[in-house]
């Protein structure tokens, strides 16, 4: 492979170039971690764990981005009829919901919420860039975000700080990239125009229904990650874990482990004391000891049991560190904008 390491050298020179930019811009890059199963020739699950990207991977996702970006410059200037992968900016209310979650945290985001740049929600990441809270924080942030969806309408990638943006780089796995293929095809190198008015009514239809398919589609794969990280966890009762707050609700607390591993302790369950959700400040509050579990937390927790029909994973508390009464540890909040 000696004849390649030259080129591959410079290429992944020009995507730390193409990386550095981007993030001049604002593009935000979300906690890239994913979930990897482990499984025997028999489909069975033997091991469950958090999987980064490696300097390839992002060496070609820099590419890819590229591309899809140039494209979609090139489309609209020609105002040719394909589906651009659109990314729009957070509504208010979102935003409102995910800056009452950060002061939970300590933090404090500034700016009109209306109106947030990506820089902002960049630099909240970076500053959770090391630290126990940040799957759940990137969590969070998804969470306020807008579904990214196909549209005919060229309306900006907000996740990647860009004007415009198309799905080009994957025509054989991909019906939005086939139709851009197509497109270029039938319009750039053959002239042919022929088709232009029904080829713009129909991208119109296939957007809204490739984006709804996406939706399905993703869906499909939580329910069976669920199902899979159930089916590990089920030999792993009485087994004891380190894990993060993930989220507090009326029905408990929902604790993600190291693994990626999500697992829910009811609140009918925990009988140490009388906890009540205090909504505002998203905690559960103990009333006789003053116990509290907030999000972010680490705690340790012991598996108890599997939900067959649910596939939750089943968890209580073990006595730990992590326990905070009252007001103490709270934290200093630091602003962004």
Excluded at 8 to 30: H, N
Excluded at 80 to 96: A, S
Excluded at 307 to 330: A, F, Q, W
């Amino acid at each position: 492979f000696g004849e390649y390491t030259e080129m591959i050298q410079m290429m992944l020179e020009l995507s730390a170039i193409l990386e550095k930019k981007r993030r001049q811009e604002g593009s935000i890059d979300f906690d890239s971690s994913e979930t990897e199963f482990l499984v025997d020739h028999e489909g069975k699950v033997l091991d469950v764990f958090s999987r980064t990207q490696g300097k390839s991977e992002k060496m070609i996702e820099q590419f890819m981005v590229s591309a899809n970006e140039s494209v979609a410059k090139y489309c609209k200037h020609m105002e040719l009829p394909i589906l651009y992968r659109v990314h729009e900016k957070p509504d208010k209310d979102k935003m409102q919901d995910f800056s009452h979650m950060l002061r939970i945290l300590g933090y404090r985001l500034r700016g009109k919420l209306d109106d947030v740049h990506p820089h902002t929600m960049q630099k909240v990441l970076k500053h959770f860039e090391g630290k126990d809270e940040l799957p759940v924080v990137s969590r969070l942030m998804l969470r306020s975000m807008k579904k990214a969806r196909y549209t005919h309408t060229p309306l900006g990638h907000f996740g990647l700080a860009l004007d415009d943006y198309a799905h080009f780089t994957a025509p054989i796995r991909r019906y939005s990239d086939l139709l851009l293929h197509r497109s270029l095809h039938d319009y750039v190198f053959n002239g042919d125009f022929s088709n232009y008015d029904d080829d713009f009514a129909f991208v119109q239809e296939a957007g809204e229904h490739i984006s709804t398919k996406e939706r399905d589609i993703l869906d499909a794969e939580r329910e069976v990650e669920k199902m899979k990280k159930a089916e590990f966890m089920e030999d792993k009762v009485g087994m004891r874990y380190d894990g993060i707050i993930s989220g507090v609700s009326n029905f408990g607390l929902f604790v993600e482990l190291e693994n990626t591993v999500e697992g829910v302790v009811p609140l009918k369950d925990m009988k140490d004391d009388f906890y009540t959700v205090d909504a505002v400040t998203q905690k559960l509050v103990g009333e006789r000891t003053g116990n509290i579990y907030s999000i972010g937390q680490k705690i340790k927790v012991e598996v108890v049991g599997i939900n067959p029909l649910e596939h939750d994973v089943l968890m209580k508390i073990r006595r730990n560190r992590g326990m905070r009464r009252g007001k103490k540890h709270r934290k200093k909040q630091k602003s962004f904008s």
